[in-house]
């Protein structure tokens, strides 16, 4: 199996970090270290692409993306995983199972998180709440209300973890659903202002919780010609927002795109593609005191590219 790997030191944040080198920061205890891995828009890829001779044959699926997250958390301690949702939806897996397969591969990959995608509701959003509870990963969703709905309590609005002495914040943004997704399917569901419940939840992760890592899990597309919200209109409409995790339009990005957000500070948006093709990797560093972070991504892909 041939593996194309990209390498970017894509930022250097903050002050008293930013001119030690890179792989200093890997093995120093003065340092804490936390690797964020993700994907986004399985879409029931449960087995490679075919070898018909497409473009993608032979890539994606569970069983690379599982051997190659088992490799990093073999080399890293404080690993968090995590999924930007449209993990339903695109093959005969879900027809036939509903999206059981699905989620039991994520649940055996450990999987710390989920966020809601637009073909998610496919199935109904009765079958979404059966799924779910077989999941042994939490399902997040920051701006859909499901107070009325079979996914009452079945979600959180956001999630702290704490790692390697770090506080990371997660809370998760989707697409309106009125108009893509037809209204049975997603039943009494309120979709909420993104913009602002992202800046309603981004405080409370800051602040309330005195995280310091904040990550917006989202399903509302990399960036769009018009003024449709997209992670990019997220990013700069926001202020305590350090990385978005996006998903809907199916973006391959080889690193991560630099945003400036309303404070005028650098944030980072990624997205790799569909499909299980690709698999997200940003490595964290936090000086033990805080003062000082580093930022670098690996998106890799997983499989022979054609
Ligand atoms: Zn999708």
């Not at 890997?26 to 490679?48: A, G, Q, V, W, Y």
């Not at 939806?89 to 591969?105: C, D, H, I, S």
């Not at 009125?178 to 997603?186: I, M, N, R, S, T």
């Not at 996006?246 to 957000?261: A, I, K, S, Y």
Request: charged letters at 25%; hydrophobic letters at 35%.
């Amino acid at each position: 199996m041939f593996r194309r790997e990209f390498l970017r030191n894509t930022i250097i944040a903050s002050t008293a970090s930013a001119m030690i080198p890179w792989d200093v920061f890997k093995t120093n205890k003065e340092f804490s270290n936390i690797t964020i891995l993700h994907t986004n828009d399985m879409h029931s890829r449960i087995d490679p692409f075919p070898m018909d001779g497409g473009r993608n044959q032979g890539m994606g699926g569970v069983v690379m993306r599982a051997a190659k997250i088992e490799e990093i958390r073999k080399e890293r301690e404080h690993v968090l995983l995590l999924d930007a949702g449209d993990v339903f939806q695109g093959t005969p897996y879900f027809n036939f199972f509903n999206g059981e397969v699905e989620v039991k591969a994520m649940s055996e990959m450990k999987y710390d998180l989920c966020t809601i995608g637009n073909h998610d509701f496919d199935g109904g959003i009765q079958n979404l709440a059966n799924q779910i509870d077989k999941a042994t990963f939490q399902m997040l969703s920051s701006n859909y209300d499901f107070s009325n709905t079979p996914l009452k309590g079945k979600t959180k609005t956001y999630k702290v973890f704490e790692k390697d002495g770090i506080r990371i914040g997660v809370y998760a943004i989707g697409i309106k659903l009125k108009g893509l997704v037809p209204d049975e399917l997603y039943g009494d569901t309120v979709y909420m202002d993104p913009i602002k419940e992202a800046r309603k939840y981004e405080q409370i992760l800051k602040v309330d919780e005195k995280c310091d890592y904040v990550i917006c899990l989202s399903h509302v597309g990399y960036k769009y010609g018009s003024e449709k919200v997209s992670d990019l209109v997220l990013a700069s409409n926001t202020s305590e927002t350090d990385l978005f995790i996006g998903g809907h339009t199916h973006t391959f990005l080889r690193e991560p795109d630099v945003v400036v957000n309303s404070k005028g500070n650098k944030v980072l948006v990624n997205q790799v593609g569909y499909a299980g093709i690709m698999l997200g990797r940003i490595d964290l560093v936090f000086e033990k005191n805080k003062k000082g972070k580093c930022t670098s991504c690996q998106n890799t892909w997983l499989g022979k590219i054609s």
